[in-house]
């Protein structure tokens, strides 16, 4: 069973940062790309910013776009995802995902199989 565990979230200022990880248990099974996702109190689950393994080509939704930055380190099986200027409405749980195969949407959640427990990320005016 693959196993993805997060770090990094916590509670930051507006205009802050924060740097998450998400480390994979293995690399056996078929995993095209790792993505970001978040989910906030009262609303669906949404892309934040997706990596492809191979070529580390990066997709990032509009709203963190400028802002986010998403890294792997293919030798340690682990990706990051470092978040600039935050905003209040970035407040939300934060949810590492893998296991989509080559040629599935990147942005929809549904297409991943494995995913992290979550880590809190807050916000303050």
């Known amino acids: 069973q693959v196993q993805l565990v997060e770090s990094g979230g916590g509670l930051v200022q507006a205009g802050g940062s924060l740097r998450l990880s998400c480390a994979a248990s293995?690399?056996?099974?078929?995993?095209?790309?790792m993505g970001w996702f978040r989910q906030a109190p009262g609303k669906a689950r949404e892309f934040v910013a997706a990596i492809t393994w191979t070529s580390g080509s990066t997709y990032y939704a509009d709203y963190v776009k400028g802002r986010f930055t998403i890294s792997r380190d293919n030798a340690k099986n682990t990706v990051s995802l470092q978040m600039n200027s935050l905003k209040p409405e970035d407040t939300a749980v934060y949810y590492c995902a893998a296991g989509i195969r080559a040629g599935r949407s990147i942005r929809a959640a549904q297409n991943y199989d494995y995913w992290g427990q979550g880590t809190q990320v807050t916000v303050s005016s």
């Open positions: 293995e690399r056996s099974f078929s995993n095209y790309a």
